[in-house]
T-cell receptor, first 113, second 116 residues
Framework: QKEVEQNSGPLSVPEGAIASLNCTYS??????FFWYRQYSGKSPELIMSIYSNGDKEDGRFTAQLNKASQYVSLLIRDSQPSDSATYLCAVRKLTGGGNKLTFGTGTQLKVEL | GAVVSQHPSWVICKSGTSVKIECRSL??????MFWYRQFPKQSLMLMAT?????????EQGVEKDKFLINHASLTLSTLTVTSAHPEDSSFYIC????????????FGPGTRLTVL
């Protein structure tokens, strides 16, 4: 079982719709959760971070965390063509090695006109 | 704030040569820097973690003698790919954390390495 799992997609949504991206993780000691956006040929850009159960909203983005189900999601409201990218879920757990991030393989999002 | 730069942004080299990639934190002091590698259509894979003034910690399967990491100051880490081969062609990305225990990492723009 992969430590962080995402559906690779592509997930296609029409412009203006809500895009829902999901991520599950295997290690219950995971403590911090991040969503990164990565455009083709570019490095990841931090979109959202969430550390406790529940919802966290920032503009058009809402991150949801359910530690009991080991599940974290990202909702993008009013999706725009510029949101088309690969979204990477990353999980951080405290280890002796210094707080490493483990990434999922990413979900490709396509927002269609 | 929290800007990380990398140099060069891309490099093409011949097989057998060595390539150095620099990662700098521009507006903060990075106690820890991370080096990732990303092959096409794949996710980021952590190669090593470096703390200023100490030896880097390499992930399993990453050859420390091939990928030399130096973190000599709080704003600069370098990755040297020694005796590069075509299979080392990849997108190399560094990230930095501004203090011990900080939750977020800030990524550099990446360096595209092509080995002919």
């Amino acid at each position: 079982q992969k430590e962080v799992e995402q559906n690779s997609g592509p997930l296609s949504v029409p412009e203006g719709a809500i895009a829902s991206l999901n991520c599950t993780y295997s290690d219950r000691v995971s403590q911090s959760f991040f969503w990164y956006r990565q455009y083709s040929g570019k490095s990841p850009e931090l979109i959202m971070s969430i550390y406790s159960n529940g919802d966290k909203e920032d503009g058009r983005f809402t991150a949801q965390l359910n530690k009991a189900s080991q599940y974290v999601s990202l909702l993008i409201r009013d999706s725009q063509p510029s949101d088309s990218a690969t979204y990477l879920c990353a999980v951080r757990k405290l280890t002796g090695g210094g707080n490493k991030l483990t990434f999922g393989t990413g979900t490709q999002l396509k927002v269609e006109l | 704030g929290a800007v990380v730069s990398q140099h060069p942004s891309w490099v093409i080299c011949k097989s057998g040569t060595s390539v150095k990639i620099e990662c700098r934190s521009l507006d903060f002091q990075a106690t820890t820097m991370f080096w990732y590698r990303q092959f096409p259509k794949q996710s980021l894979m952590l190669m090593a973690t470096s703390n200023e003034g100490s030896k880097a910690t390499y992930e399993q399967g990453v050859e420390k003698d091939k990928f030399l990491i130096n973190h000599a100051s709080l704003t600069l880490s370098t990755l040297t790919v020694t005796s590069a081969h075509p299979e080392d062609s990849s997108f190399y990305i560094c990230s930095a954390r501004d203090q011990a225990g900080a939750r977020e990492q800030f990524f550099g723009p990446g360096t595209r390495l092509t080995v002919l």
